[in-house]
Structures are given as structure tokens and as C-alpha cells.
């Protein structure tokens, strides 16, 4: 796994004419469907794109960044903009259906909600933006170990991409891009360059 950490990073450019397979971009998928979340909740959906025209409206408010249209596949991880009764109830619905019914499942999502519900839109839509960072990084790791190709992004306006998405319709929120396809053979200024990361005894602190 570790070596296929190292082969990663973040690709500049992509070539165009080429695709993941999709059962590779399934496998990245079932990876981030497998994330751990704060009590299981899973408070964001992801947006799996390859129509033409969305992926170039996409990089035009992402600063014309261009492995979004060079790549096969986008990405596109968007948070809950709140939690709500409505939605923490389906999660323990779910629960329900597939664990049966249980009384201390229920009494501890009616106390999720009852430290949930009272906080500001912002402050549970920063909570679920971090869940989907987490699923976020399992794609990275799922999408190096298959040999797909990516580039995490930030660099992007999100109230863009939600108008162009309908996202703040569907009480979503994007957090962050990645784009998935296949490094070119040249012209990417990165490519080959040493991974620059911080020694581990600055890293770590191991407190025994």
C-alpha cells in the first residue's frame, strides 16, 4: 500500500484520450460508500460525472483547472447543509431495516438529535463537510492503490458549482473536487518530481 502512496500525486495533466475503466471507478466508489462517519451518518453525497458540458462548466469556476475535462471521470463530494429530525430519522430507519428494531439504537439518535438540531446551519454543515473529507481521503487512497490517477481540488467557487449542480436545492453544499483519469505521457511539470513531506520525527509525537 505504501508504495502505491508514494506513486500518487497530485496530476497536473491528464490525457484526454484515454478512460478508467468503470469497474475500477465502482471499486473508489464502494471505498467511499465504506468511509467511517460520525455516528454512521454519512452526510454528504457524491456526484460522479462525465457528461461533457457539465464537466466544462465545472472547470470554468474552477479557475479552467484542466484535468477536470482532461480526465474520464469527476468527482464531486457536497456535505449536508444541515442536520435535520428528517434526516438523522432515515439513518436510524435504515438502521432499523437492516439491524432490526432496537431501543438503544433509537434513544442514541434521539440524542444525536438533541445535540444536532440545536447548533447553527454553518456549524453542523463544517461537521458534515468533515465526514466527507474523510470519505474524501478514502478515495484518494482507494483511487492510488487501483493506479487511477487524481487530483484533489479545493480550488474551485463552490456557489458556483452548486448553481450548476441544482446542489443548495437538495440541501447539499460542495466541499471538494477530484478528478479521475490518466496522467499523460508528458507535460505535466510535476511528474517525476521527489514527494516533498515532512520528515516523521517532526510529524510525530509519540507520547508513551
Not at 458540458?53 to 463530494?77: C, K, M, N, W
Not at 456535505?79 to 433509537?106: C, F, K, M, P
Not at 477530484?178 to 516533498?196: N, S, T, Y
Request: aromatic share 8%; with cysteine.
Amino acid at each position: 500500500m505504501l508504495d502505491k502512496l508514494s506513486w500518487r500525486y497530485a496530476v497536473k495533466k491528464m490525457d484526454p484520450s484515454q478512460c478508467v475503466p468503470e469497474e475500477k471507478v465502482e471499486k473508489i466508489l464502494e471505498a467511499i460508500r465504506y468511509a467511517p462517519t460520525s455516528s454512521g451518518v454519512q452526510p454528504f453525497e457524491v456526484f460522479v460525472i462525465t457528461n461533457p458540458e457539465l464537466r466544462d462548466a465545472i472547470r470554468a469556476a474552477s479557475y479552467g483547472q484542466p484535468q477536470i475535462t482532461e480526465g474520464s471521470h469527476l468527482l464531486v463530494f457536497a456535505a449536508w447543509d444541515n442536520y435535520t429530525a428528517e434526516r438523522i430519522d432515515a439513518v436510524l430507519a435504515q438502521n432499523v431495516a437492516e439491524r432490526g428494531e432496537s431501543e438503544t439504537l433509537a434513544a442514541y439518535y434521539e440524542r444525536l438529535k438533541g445535540m444536532y438540531l440545536p447548533r447553527t446551519e454553518e456549524t453542523n454543515h463544517d461537521h458534515a463537510a468533515r465526514q466527507a473529507y474523510i470519505a474524501f481521503g478514502f478515495a484518494l487512497a482507494a483511487a492510488a492503490e487501483l493506479e487511477v490517477d487524481s487530483t484533489p481540488m479545493e480550488g474551485f467557487e463552490p456557489e458556483k458549482v452548486d448553481a450548476i449542480l441544482g446542489l443548495r436545492e437538495k440541501g447539499l453544499r460542495s466541499v471538494t473536487l477530484l478528478p479521475l483519469g490518466v496522467r499523460a505521457a508528458e507535460g505535466d511539470w510535476l511528474q517525476g518530481m521527489a514527494k516533498v513531506r515532512k520528515p516523521a520525527d517532526e510529524l510525530f509525537t509519540v507520547l508513551a
